[in-house]
């Protein structure tokens, strides 16, 4: 993995983070997103970041979503768009 | 089907909850209060001459050959103008009528040239046909006197001439560009005799006029005044077929007229309910790329991109891409694999792509190019209603009072719905357009935006709040809608965010732009205005907040109660044909069909069962993902179907880099174009005429595409796709289409009632299709949301990190135009060229005089992705601090300078705001000419003496 492509996953998780802010539950909303849209090696590669800098430039969200992710809980989702239980039939 | 005209009624259809009952030739019929006496004669089998009337058009009674006698009526009527009465006795056949006619007819034909067998409309021509009907054998009135036997043609439009010589101004071509297309370009010069059709001002011909080009003139001409170069030059059709438009996502229904295999001409076909008989000049006549002589024909590959491709059989060529993507996926695993699904391909190929990547190569990597325009309505639909697409049908526009464009060109973008939305605005409907260019709708004949809210590029999140905080704070909230239809817990937390004095028109003035007045006057209108309507475009989705934006616009339609009912809703503009099929059909890599997550175990055991296989049950990735990941050396084969995305996608720098760091990437398209100058497998294409599917349209219209003649290239997209999936050992056996289709109805529940069959006999159908729905859905969430409550989204404002400074200090956004489409491999392969030749860069006057700039000068664009360099337009249609250009022509290649900053929530890249300079310049930039030599490199053929052109 390229410097650069950890440093647009960084921006991306923080971005989502920023967009996330008025959720209920931040930090818990973007574990949701990440976990639905984001593939496991893109994750891995946010855990490395975090593991290696710390707290260094992640948003306080993106770090305790991450560490959520990180520590295996799969967070119940927090909106609609990614919980897969209310996209039935007509859900189209 | 053969050859025929399609059914005239000779006047519009009329609705009406009373029927009236006359008598028509001893004939009982009965129709709708209102209806002419013209038209309840052709819905009694009957016809009446006319020359005038047309049923597309209003009534004009100019002709006066669709005379008839009424019982207790004086005189001759005309039946066009006349209304039914109940019990009306009506006589369309007597000696007197017939007389009468006759001498009408002979007037027009004293002065209209009687070389009809040499004629391009021979057989095919009203007046040929009246002549017959009325029974002309004679002309007493010789060619001594004046005439027009002798007026000149124009010939300047490069689709259609205009013979004023067979003209009887008759005025249907002026009606139908006033009341159809709604350009008003055309009028009737001079009074009397003198009368005659003019494009414009005197000294306008079709070509320097204002004329669009759509063919509504042609289509209703009654002669050969205006008519197709390809029926002078091929001859009258022989046959037609119904099939659907592959430009824009409106999916405009037309009968293809068909002389052999060879494609005459496109006619809009009046039962279409997306089109409802219109057409605009790329799907009416820009259709020549189908049969261009760059289209390449034969399977190409080749080792490396340093490499001339290599034409070989088509066995060669999939065997060559079977073991290639057999190597990596052993070596990298099936993850350094994926696919692109066409948004311009049916229905069933996209399926199948998808279907491809998931069963064949194993992966989830599967996107489509709706990432870069609309995956933000997906997104923001689906969290807010529960469903990822648009809530109305195009005939709901004809009941809305306010009408809201936000993000959108609908006269360019969506020309056909277009002229409707502008019908329904002369009509009186009210208009907001919330746009950072003064688009046509602003201001244009007969339609002027009451408000128009020209927003700073990114700040539309900031416009949206401060129109919900004027109809919070001003109690214009439907309270009652919401209540019964939406959370109110989450309206309630929205509702106090968005009247913090933050959010406040005059609070963000100085962020948006735009003038705290104006933005109070929109809301109230908005809210108060009756039935309220959101149409919006890319304008909104491809921002670093285009979910957001589309979120906000759902919120603004649920506070407001514009939702569930004709007249109103929220409605995506969808970009290509089939975006919204596409997204349907499963092609996002952490989606199956019907919008059903790959996590849901449920939804992937269905999928198993049908296809055998095990589906990962992990997102894949993105487009952007699977080219940052190529530059990482860990994504390494790309199978692509009908995308261009070194044109079509920012910051070509970075797509080129991911392209070229893979081992194989396989396109599979018409033509050579960009993306193919990194391919190591081409696979030919074949054009919509000449394949069977579906495509889905804005409105959730799923519509037959029906072949029109053989694949020029020997297979269809669907069978190219399924060779693929054999050839990598998958055992596939379609034989037709609508098995795939079948196939797609077992798995989606929301096309569960969707099937060739039905789709034959009805036209088409809107999803969802089901048990619950066994007609289709015209309008969605009419009971209730489809998530259940509609859900409230708190949308903060969050400026795009896109920031202008000394360096840059201009904004640019991007666009298309009228006569090109999207990246141009089509219509730039037709003569709409005339019109726009290359791409141009509008520039404000007083941004233009500050650095020596004037029309038609050469200028550097230059961003921090890259620089190119286009011609200025020196204008006031953009604000100053913005400039404005298309991305048609891969010889500018707007997306150099574009950047790789996207959506927060679904990556749709930010084309709309990239902060750039612009400076005088003399040529090319040394980026362009390098790109200009690679692409040359990257053509040749071995073997062939000719470079194909992109």
């Known amino acids: 993995m390229s410097g650069k492509t950890e440093a647009k996953l960084v921006y991306m998780a923080n971005q989502i983070a920023r967009n996330l802010k008025f959720e209920p539950h931040p930090a818990a909303a973007l574990a949701d997103h990440l976990r639905a849209f984001w593939t496991t090696a893109m994750l891995r590669q946010l855990f490395a970041h975090l593991a290696v800098h710390g707290d260094g430039e992640l948003d306080p969200v993106a770090r305790t979503a991450l560490a959520e992710l990180a520590a295996g809980h799969a967070p119940p989702p927090q909106t609609r768009a990614t919980d897969p239980a209310h996209q039935g039939a007509d859900a189209g | 089907m053969g050859y025929e005209r399609q059914a005239d009624f000779g006047t519009p259809e009329v609705r009406s909850d009373t029927q009236v009952t006359l008598e028509i030739d001893g004939r009982a019929v009965t129709v709708p209060a209102g209806t002419t006496v013209m038209r309840a004669a052709a819905v009694a089998g009957g016809s009446i001459p006319k020359l005038c009337a047309t049923d597309n058009l209003k009534q004009f009674g100019s002709c006066r050959l669709c005379l008839v006698e009424i019982d207790g009526m004086r005189g001759t009527p005309a039946s066009c103008t006349t209304p039914v009465t109940e019990g009306m006795k009506v006589h369309t056949q007597t000696e007197k009528l017939a007389r009468l006619r006759r001498g009408v007819m002979e007037l027009y034909i004293s002065d209209h040239p009687l070389d009809c067998l040499t004629c391009s409309a021979n057989n095919d021509c009203e007046l040929q046909d009246q002549a017959a009907a009325v029974g002309l054998r004679d002309v007493r009135y010789g060619y001594e006197g004046a005439h027009h036997l002798a007026a000149p043609t124009d010939a300047s439009n490069p689709y259609f001439d205009f013979d004023a010589t067979k003209c009887i101004v008759c005025s249907r071509c002026v009606r139908a560009c006033d009341e159809v297309q709604g350009t008003l370009a055309l009028t009737v010069e001079g009074r009397g005799f003198g009368s005659q059709i003019s494009a414009g001002v005197k000294s306008d011909d079709f070509l320097s006029s204002e004329c669009v080009s759509c063919g509504a003139c042609v289509q209703a001409c009654p002669t050969s005044a205006l008519m197709e170069k390809a029926v002078t030059e091929i001859g009258k059709p022989e046959r037609a077929v119904v099939t659907t438009c592959a430009y824009c996502g409106v999916g405009c229904t037309f009968r293809a007229e068909m002389r052999g295999e060879q494609l005459v001409r496109m006619v809009p076909w009046k039962d279409g309910k997306a089109n409802r008989g219109h057409s605009c000049v790329k799907g009416r006549f820009a259709w020549g790329y189908a049969q261009h002589q760059d289209r390449i024909l034969k399977p190409m590959v080749r080792e490396s991109i340093d490499q001339p491709w290599r034409a070989v059989s088509w066995e060669e060529a999939l065997g060559f891409a079977a073991s290639r993507f057999k190597a990596i996926a052993a070596t990298h695993g099936n993850n350094a694999l994926g696919g692109i699904v066409s948004s311009r391909c049916t229905n069933e190929e996209g399926f199948l792509v998808q279907k491809l990547v998931r069963a064949g190569f194993g992966t989830n990597n599967v996107d489509t190019c709706a990432r870069v325009c609309h995956s933000p309505t997906g997104y923001g639909l689906k969290t807010t209603f529960g469903t990822s697409a648009g809530t109305q049908d195009f005939d709901s526009v004809e009941e809305s009072d306010v009408i809201l464009v936000i993000g959108a060109n609908p006269t360019d973008g969506h020309p056909v719905f277009g002229s409707r939305m502008k019908k329904r605005l002369r009509q009186g409907a009210k208009l907001i357009v919330i746009d950072p260019r003064r688009t046509d709708l602003v201001r244009s004949p007969h339609v002027e935006a009451d408000y128009h809210l020209p927003l700073r590029p990114g700040t539309n999140v900031a416009v949206l709040s401060a129109l919900a905080h004027v109809i919070v704070t001003e109690g214009l909230v439907n309270e009652a809608f919401v209540r019964e239809r939406c959370d109110w817990d989450e309206f309630q937390h929205w509702a106090e965010f968005v009247s913090q004095e933050r959010n406040s028109p005059e609070f963000l003035e100085p962020v948006t732009g735009v003038r705290a007045d104006l933005v109070r006057g929109a809301a109230r209108l908005y809210a108060t205005g009756g039935n309220g309507a959101i149409y919006y475009g890319l304008g909104v989705t491809e921002h670093s907040q285009g979910s957001s934006t589309v979120m906000a616009i759902a919120n603004l339609a649920m506070a407001t109660g ?296 050469w200028v550097r664009l230059a961003s921090r992705s890259g620089e190119t360099t286009l011609r200025a337009t020196v204008t006031d249609r953009v604000a100053p601090g913005v400039v404005y250009t298309t991305f048609h022509h891969p010889a500018t290649q707007a997306n150099v300078v574009t950047t790789d900053y996207s959506d927060w929530a679904t990556n749709c890249p930010e084309y709309k705001v990239t902060a750039v300079q612009i400076t005088p310049s003399n040529g090319p930039s040394e980026w362009q000419e390098d790109y200009a030599a690679q692409a040359r490199q990257a053509r040749r053929i071995a073997g062939s003496a000719m470079e194909p052109a992109e």
Request: aromatic share 8%.
């Open chain 2, 562 to 857: 514009n939702i569930g009912r004709r007249g109103v809703g929220v409605n995506p503009l969808r970009g290509q044909n089939n975006v919204q099929g596409a997204c349907d059909m499963g092609s996002f890599p952490h989606e199956l069909s019907g919008y059903r997550h790959v996590s849901d175990a449920a939804t992937r055991a269905l999928f198993e069962a049908e296809w055998g296989v095990k589906i990962d049950p992990e997102p894949g990735l993105r487009i952007p993902n699977m080219l940052d990941a190529a530059t990482d050396g860990l994504f390494k084969g790309l199978y692509i179907q009908g995308e261009d995305i070194l044109q079509s996608d920012p910051d070509t720098k970075h797509v080129a880099a991911g392209l070229a760091a893979m081992d194989c990437v396989i396109v599979h398209d018409l033509f050579l174009n960009e993306t193919a100058n990194y391919a190591h497998v081409f696979l030919p294409g074949s054009s919509f005429l000449e394949k069977d599917g579906t495509f889905t349209n804005a409105e959730r219209r799923i519509q037959p595409v029906r072949k029109v003649m053989e694949p020029l290239n020997g297979y269809q997209d669907w069978e190219v796709t399924q060779e693929l999936a054999r050839a990598l050992g998958l055992d596939w056996n379609y034989t037709h289409p609508s098995q795939i289709m079948d196939e797609i109805a077992r798995l989606t529940p929301s096309f569960a009632g969707v099937n060739y069959a039905r789709l034959d006999a009805e036209g088409s159908l809107q999803w969802p299709v089901n048990d619950a729905a066994p007609d289709g859905s015209p309008i969605m969430h009419v009971d209730g949301f489809v998530r259940g409550k509609g859900k409230f989204v708190v949308t903060d404002y969050v400026p795009t990190d896109e920031r202008t400074g000394p360096r840059f200090p201009l904004l640019l956004t991007t666009g298309r135009i009228l006569s090109q489409y999207n990246v141009g491999a089509q219509t730039r392969r037709t003569e709409n060229s005339v019109w726009h030749a290359e791409d141009l860069l509008e520039i404000h006057p007083t941004d233009a005089e500050n650095r020596g700039i004037k029309s038609g000068d």
